[in-house]
């Protein structure tokens, strides 16, 4: 029992610290035309920097819930995938725990672990401490990851399973011949059986099982109704295709996502054949781009507001509140797209 308390009590002393530590980056961040900011370890100032950064005049938006896309490397090769493998780089474990601690004490409730591919880091075992942090020692109410689920094992389930309240299967076709020209696929294995098997894990773990899908040229005609309807995801996220210079487009990109791109139009007659759907949360071009708090590798913001991804500095380095004002983030469009909703499976009363 004293163990357990003790526990605790280091558990909030972290916290307290960390967050000391932003605000003292935050000072040093509102001293830097003076010359008097601190720079932190070497691996956060050799990050690449946007050669001009925009600061916006409102005030600071709370990071209520936040996609943390930790690393950059994948075992798929998605053609309209829109945050590649441009750096390898994934902070250590403890470092990647403070800025999530930062985050709870800015305002942090939902946290969704991204990529690349997160479980292709130590075999899924880096995510798994994130999430277990964050929801043991955290508290968050919801923990959330996106994977392509090809590197899941039930192992994961049986160790992780019982801190995580979604995972979120990316899924665009049910025709396996449409994944292999999108690109979602590795090797022999069918990634539609794989989501079923992930499905029946979800159910046997208590994890509320979601599905998203990009709709592109490659899919667009497609009638998922029967086969999502089997599945009964608690969410199914549609995304329409999303071009980001210097991801999947222009000069320096690792994708070319063009041959990917629908129009308005194309988006809308595929939402009206699944509009019976009732899990169905559609999201256009109009309504991601800015809807987001988005962390890359380096823990920076990422702003999309200018079609590209251009980055702030790291929380690490100047705090959660001196970062997030070059966010871009739209917190109004985030309400208006459903961005909060029951997310902890404690209040989703699902029948498991």
């Known amino acids: 029992m004293q163990l357990a308390v003790l526990a605790r009590l280091l558990s909030v002393g972290?916290?307290?610290?960390?967050?000391?530590?932003?605000?003292?980056?935050?000072?040093?961040?509102?001293?830097?035309?003076?010359?008097?900011?601190?720079?932190?370890?070497?691996w956060r100032d050799s990050a690449p920097r946007p050669e001009r950064e925009q600061e916006w005049d409102d005030a600071p938006p709370t990071p209520t819930s936040v996609n943390y896309h930790f690393t950059r490397q994948c075992n798929y090769k998605c053609g309209f995938c829109f945050h590649t493998a441009k750096t390898s780089f994934v902070l250590p474990l403890e470092e990647a725990k403070r800025g999530l601690a930062m985050l709870?004490?800015?305002?942090?409730?939902?946290?969704?672990?991204?990529?690349?591919?997160?479980?292709?880091?130590?075999?899924?075992?880096?995510?798994?401490?994130?999430?277990?942090?964050?929801?043991?020692?955290?508290?968050?109410?919801?923990?959330?990851?996106?994977?392509?689920?090809?590197?899941?094992?039930k192992q994961w389930f049986e160790k992780y399973g019982e801190y995580l309240d979604i995972l979120a299967i990316s899924c665009d076709s049910f025709d396996e011949d449409v994944n292999v020209l999108i690109g979602r696929r590795q090797g022999k294995k069918n990634h539609v059986e794989n989501l079923h098997k992930l499905r029946q894990w979800c159910r046997e773990y208590a994890v509320a099982f979601k599905i998203n899908s990009v709709i592109n040229r490659f899919n667009v005609e497609e009638d998922m109704n029967e086969q999502i309807k089997a599945l009964n995801p608690v969410r199914?996220?549609?995304?329409?295709?999303?071009?980001?210079?210097?991801?999947?487009?222009?000069?320096?990109?690792?994708?070319?996502?063009?041959?990917?791109?629908?129009?308005?139009?194309?988006?809308?007659?595929?939402?009206?054949?699944?509009?019976?759907?009732?899990?169905?949360?559609?999201?256009?071009?109009?309504?991601?781009?800015?809807?987001?708090?988005?962390?890359?590798e380096y823990m920076r913001f990422l702003n999309c507001r200018n079609g590209r991804k251009e980055p702030s500095k790291s929380i690490l380095d100047v705090g959660v509140e001196a970062a997030i004002k070059f966010s871009g983030f739209d917190e109004k469009m985030f309400l208006r797209r459903g961005g909060k909703y029951v997310w902890s499976k404690a209040d989703m009363k699902l029948d498991w």
């Open 14 to 42: 972290r916290a307290v610290l960390a967050a000391l530590r932003g605000r003292l980056g935050a000072l040093c961040w509102s001293l830097a035309p003076l010359s008097l900011s601190l720079p932190l370890p070497g």
């Open 236 to 296: 199914w996220k549609v995304f329409q295709c999303l071009l980001i210079e210097g991801e999947n487009s222009g000069e320096d990109a690792l994708r070319e996502a063009e041959k990917f791109v629908i129009s308005d139009e194309d988006f809308d007659r595929f939402l009206d054949r699944h509009k019976d759907i009732s899990c169905l949360v559609p999201e256009s071009n109009q309504k991601m781009r800015d809807s987001y708090l988005i962390l890359d």
């Open 104 to 153: 709870k004490e800015a305002g942090m409730e939902k946290i969704n672990f991204s990529g690349g591919e997160p479980f292709i880091q130590d075999r899924g075992e880096f995510v798994g401490k994130l999430v277990q942090f964050c929801k043991q020692e955290l508290e968050l109410p919801s923990v959330s990851i996106v994977s392509n689920g090809s590197l899941i094992r």
